[in-house]
């Protein structure tokens, strides 16, 4: 390729030279340019970040300050400029002085952050919580040629974090500790119990008439009964003294550095401020009552939970014994005995409830009249399978169920499981079965939710509602008419029947009958036990029996003992008949079935 | 040691002015390295090497333009080495043959590198056409995992056209296409100074596609467009590639590695739209164009290196530089040599030089003078 002619090799050099300079040039005048941009750019953004930005030179001097720096320092950048950077930047409440740390960035080279709790005084004396970073700034060479510190006011933040704190560890409603807090007090008292010595007293107060308020009056009245109560209990007590709120009604008191003598004269005055308080709610007066368990803490209990047991057990004692006192923990008195033995059977029903450890067996009931549909008819029954293989029945666990709370969970245990049962059985299981009779604890009655349970597990397992048939008690159903009522006529609507358990033993107020759907009476088993020979009891059944078909409902005989008693129920006209003499309990889960084709059966 | 430099001339035979050389000393040297114009009578001249020095060993590659003395020559350049203590001190030459421009294997170079870590110095001459000169250095750089060796030396030259036999390396009387003399220094200090002397002229820019020497596109456009704006003068492009040849293109990292490497353009629009260097660039490879003439270049070679005196030096200038530096080429030897305060000098002009990079990486480089001092220790 040939070159411009004219040109020899230094004129050459010196034209290309001339563009290398032309080129540098513009690619100077484009890089200014770039630059000017992004230090515009860079200048706005400094200016509309949310933190305070503000820079030094190497000797700590400032150098530039944003407006969101102006206006936490309190200084305008006019004034700032050239200000040794403690001048403007004044930290409170903190250890840490902004010069040291300004130092260190500047010779060390990295960054700082300044202690959590710091705080920026401003120029007129507000403070501000800040979070803050010190920085090095370098030039191309890596020298160090100031600082920068970069922060944010956290005064929000940090008033958010103390009512997150205080609300996970007070209650809500009365402003008290709550039990998570409260167990770490606990704690505390119990350690120093062992460790020093120290005396300790918890009181464990449930109130007696919390509930009447809150059935009586409503949610708002019950409310408003414990927040007086707390301003009672905060005024009765000691500075030193914790006051949390445990549960619904239940309260719970610290009493530091307290012997039990003098615990108990605490408490008794509590009670008697109690007594003398009057709680009205619009037109109604109420007298306030408390059942109160007092324990020393001492070096015996060996974790809270223990501890607070025996306040609970106590609390408990009170109750029984007649409510509105004070009874002080005692191990060795026999209620708490008792009451230790109900606790171990709730482990217990907890753990076999998680292990799946229940079984359910069936018992035949069989039909007395020949003109009764051909078929299976049983009530379900529960047992308790322990992991060393012992069973026990229902009367061993009931009374610490329900008085824990665990028959909501057992009885929908039953009911799931009997219904899964029910439908995985082979044909022509679910066609031959006439009747599946289940218990409904009192609890289960009175629970808004269980209908829409019982629902969800019918629609879910495509089960005959037909077949099902809940038993209840007259003393539940009469104690929780309004819920019973409505249950039993939503499920009816269904198909579901109902049958009224130990009927005879309770009010026996046939009036109810007329209110509910009732399907089934089943005659308690002690009238039916002496049918043959005891005249009265022969009239009661053959009361019952003539009202329950006037009715419409039939009638089942529980207890059955003896052919003698099957004879003398089948010429009283009563429907069924049941009883281990009949057929005792067998596994439900057994796909053959007492009464079905080719398994013996009494007649 | 003792060293000195025969500066051949048309005036006799080769064989009288070597005898008359080495009469000196009185025994023959311990190695010899030569540096011989690529004509028809090196094989003469080998010959009457064996002749005069059978125990020698003998050795040296083809150049265009030699460097003896201060002086500079296209008549052929023999260096001669005498050991002062030539039962412990001694040299070894091993020859990496061609292989069809494939690299040699890298068990072979890793054996290579295990001698060059264990050697106090390694001269290394190679094919400057048909050697992968720029591969082998890769591999070798890797396999020396970051020890440092002093490592130095150029490749071969060839007259125009370069595409005929090579430019080709000998020991002994054997001549060798397409091979590699890796030479071993064991008792002599071997020190390595890269002499530059360019100055940066231009903003950076990016090279965005390029794949060995040849680049295609530089910060996004056609690298023929890119040259374009620089050497376009009064509308025509100027010369290529020989105006370029006082222009070279330096690169500037961003690999630190790649950071002090000099490329000089070969080619201009071939392939088309493409310009061809004496050396590979590498798509991110930030460079720009250098700047430098006669004083510059000659100013930097005579600066005195640091340490002691050497007892003998060896240079590979590049032939670009020769070509930029014009009548003046004679001038910077000349600079060199009095720098090193007259030492046995002797060298040549290469198609591409190999030193360290300011960081110590084993490089390939082009437009620079690598200077290699050599000092027995310890005799």
């Known amino acids: ?603 | 040691m003792r060293s000195r430099t025969v500066h051949l001339s048309g005036g006799t035979t080769p064989r009288d002015q070597l005898i008359a050389a080495a009469g000196e000393v009185g025994r023959q040297p311990d190695f010899v390295l030569a540096f011989l114009p690529p004509e028809e009578n090196l094989r003469d001249v080998l010959a009457a090497m064996t002749l005069v020095w059978p125990d020698a060993l003998r050795f040296g590659c083809e150049a265009v333009t030699q460097v003896a003395g201060g002086e500079i020559t296209r008549q052929g350049t023999v260096q001669l080495f005498w050991l002062d203590d030539p039962q412990r001190h001694h040299t070894w030459i091993e020859v990496i043959p061609g292989t069809h421009g494939s690299p040699p294997p890298l068990r072979r170079v890793e054996s290579v590198a295990r001698r060059v870590v264990a050697a106090d110095g390694t001269l290394l001459l190679m094919d400057g056409l048909r050697f992968p000169a720029e591969r082998f250095l890769a591999d070798l750089r890797r396999s020396l995992r970051g020890l440092q060796a002093p490592v130095a030396g150029g490749l071969a030259s060839q007259s125009e056209p370069v595409t005929r036999a090579g430019a080709r390396v000998f020991v002994g009387e054997r001549v060798l296409p397409s091979a590699c003399l890796v030479l071993t220094l064991q008792g002599i200090a071997m020190q390595v100074e890269v002499v530059r002397g360019w100055s940066p002229a231009s903003p950076v820019y990016t090279v965005t596609r390029a794949e060995g020497g040849v680049v295609w596109e530089i910060d996004g456009e056609p690298a023929t467009d890119w040259y374009r704006r620089f050497f376009t003068v009064g509308g025509e492009l100027a010369p290529m590639p020989a105006a370029a040849n006082r222009f070279p293109l330096l690169v500037e990292g961003p690999r630190p590695e790649r950071q002090g490497l000099y490329r000089t353009l070969r080619c201009f629009d071939q392939p088309p739209g493409a310009v061809t260097f004496w050396g590979d660039l590498e798509p991110g490879d930030h460079v720009r164009l250098g700047l430098g003439n006669d004083a510059s270049l000659a100013s930097t070679a005579a600066a005195r290196p640091a340490g002691p005196p050497p007892e003998a030096a060896v240079v590979c200038a590049c032939i670009g530089r020769g070509l930029a530096m014009g009548e003046q080429s004679g001038a910077e030897i000349a600079a060199v040599h009095a720098a090193l305060g007259g030492v046995a000098l002797s060298g040549l002009f290469s198609f591409g030089e190999i030193g360290p990079t300011p960081r110590g990486d084993l490089a390939y480089y082009n437009h620079t003078a690598i200077l290699v001092l050599l000092r027995e220790v310890g005799a």
Request: proline letters at 4%; a negative charge; aromatic letters at 6%.
């Open chain 1, 1 to 603: 390729m040939s070159g411009p002619p004219e040109l020899d090799p230094l004129g050459l050099d010196n034209a290309i030279l001339r563009n290398l300079l032309a080129q540098t040039t513009r690619a100077y005048e484009r890089q200014m340019t770039e630059l000017y941009a992004e230090k515009e750019l860079a200048q706005v953004t400094l200016a509309s970040i949310g933190d305070g930005v503000l820079a030094t030179d190497a000797e700590g001097r400032i150098k530039y300050l944003n407006p969101v720096a102006e206006k936490l320092t309190g200084w305008e950048r006019a004034e700032a400029l050239g200000r040794p950077l403690p001048e403007v930047f004044q930290l409170s409440e903190s250890e840490q002085r902004i010069d040291d740390v300004l130092s260190r960035c500047l010779e060390e080279g990295r960054s700082f952050r300044l202690a959590e709790r710091a705080s920026l005084e401003r120029r007129d004396g507000r403070r501000y919580g800040i979070e803050s970073t010190c920085s090095p700034i370098r030039a191309l060479d890596g020298r160090i040629i100031g600082a920068v510190l970069v922060f944010q006011d956290v005064s929000d933040k940090r008033l958010m974090a103390l009512q997150l704190a205080h609300q996970a560890t007070h209650d809500e409603l009365t402003g008290l500790l709550n039990r998570q807090a409260f167990d770490g007090h606990l704690q505390r008292a119990l350690e120093e119990a062992r460790s020093l010595s120290n005396t300790h007293a918890l009181c464990y107060l449930d109130l007696d008439q919390f509930k009447l308020v809150n059935d009586t009056c409503g949610h708002l009245a019950g409310d408003e009964l414990l927040c007086r109560v707390t301003a009672l209990l905060q005024d009765s007590m000691r500075d030193t003294d914790l006051v949390a709120r445990l549960g619904g009604d239940e309260f719970g008191v610290l009493l530091t550095r307290c012997s039990l003598d003098r615990a108990e004269r605490q408490v008794a005055e509590l009670l008697r401020a109690l007594n003398q308080f009057r709680f009205t709610w619009r037109d109604k007066t109420f007298a306030i009552g408390a059942s109160i368990g007092l324990v020393p803490i001492t070096r015996e209990f060996r974790t809270v939970a223990h501890l607070l047991s025996a306040a609970d057990h106590a609390c408990y004692a009170a109750k029984e014994k007649g409510r509105n006192r004070v009874q002080v923990y005692q191990e060795d008195d026999d209620t708490f005995v008792r009451r230790h033995g109900e606790m171990n059977w709730v482990v217990r029903i907890q753990q076999t409830l998680e292990q799946d450890r229940f079984r359910l067996f069936s018992q035949q009931i069989q039909p007395l009249s020949p003109h009764a549909a051909p078929g299976l008819y049983f009530e379900v029954l529960l047992r308790m399978l322990e992991d060393d293989g012992r069973v026990h029945l229902p009367s061993d666990f009931i009374r610490a169920a329900e008085r824990y709370g665990l028959m909501r969970s057992i009885d929908r245990w039953v009911i799931r499981s009997c219904i899964q049962t029910l439908v995985s059985q082979p044909p022509p299981f679910l066609e031959l079965l006439q009747l599946c009779s289940i218990n409904l604890s009192a609890v289960s009655l009175g629970d808004d939710e269980l209908l829409g349970f019982v629902e969800e597990e019918l629609d879910a397992s495509g089960a005959p509602p037909a077949k099902l048939c809940f038993e209840i008690t007259e003393t539940t159903a009469i104690e929780s008419l309004p819920q019973a009522q409505r249950l039993m006529e939503r499920l009816a609507a269904r198909g579901v029947r109902f049958a009224l358990d130990d009927f005879g033993t309770g009010m026996s107020s046939y009036g109810y009958l007329k209110d509910l759907p009732v399907s089934f009476l089943k005659i308690d088993g002690k009238f039916i036990k002496d049918v043959v020979t005891d005249p009265l009891d022969r009239a009661m059944v053959e009361s019952i029996n003539q009202v329950g078909h006037v009715m419409g409902v039939r009638t089942i005989a529980e207890g059955v003992t003896s052919s003698a008693v099957v004879e003398r129920l089948r010429l009283l006209g009563v429907d069924f008949a049941q009883g281990n003499w009949i057929s005792p309990p067998r596994p439900l889960a057994s796909a053959a079935m007492p009464g079905m084709p080719g398994m013996p059966g009494r007649r």
